[in-house]
């Protein structure tokens, strides 16, 4: 079973920037995406961030755009959320998300991001 691990999150005051990182316990044989979601507050639903795609192309929430930038390591079955200018809406739990060469998605347990005004 693959796991998924979300390190990075934390508290930072707003206009400040956090890098999320996400590593694979294992190397997916072929992937068709990886991405980051959020879910701003308990009850509400899960929404993209960011997704790459296998062949790095990349696609971004409008609220993110210019903000937000994802990378990834395939050496190091790492992926990567840089958020940059942090608003406090921006405040909610995010996950990494793979999605494998079957459409099978694989979800991390989650990381807090708190942005404070």
């Known amino acids: 079973q693959v796991q998924l691990v979300e390190s990075g999150g934390g508290l930072v005051q707003a206009g400040g920037s956090l890098r999320l990182s996400c590593a694979a316990s294992?190397?997916?044989?072929?992937?068709?995406?990886m991405g980051w979601y959020r879910r701003r507050a308990p009850g509400k639903q899960r929404e993209l961030v960011a997704?790459?795609?296998?062949?790095?192309?990349?696609n971004y929430a409008d609220s993110v755009k210019g903000r937000f930038t994802i990378s990834r390591d395939n050496a190091k079955n790492t992926v990567y959320l840089q958020m940059n200018s942090l608003k406090p809406e921006d405040t909610a739990v995010y996950y990494c998300?793979?999605?494998?060469?079957?459409?099978?998605?694989?979800w991390g347990q989650g990381t807090q991001v708190t942005v404070s005004s």
């Open positions: 998300n793979v999605v494998n060469g079957y459409g099978l998605n694989y």
């Open positions: 997704t790459m795609a296998s062949g790095g192309t990349t």
């Open positions: 294992r190397i997916f044989s072929t992937i068709n995406a």
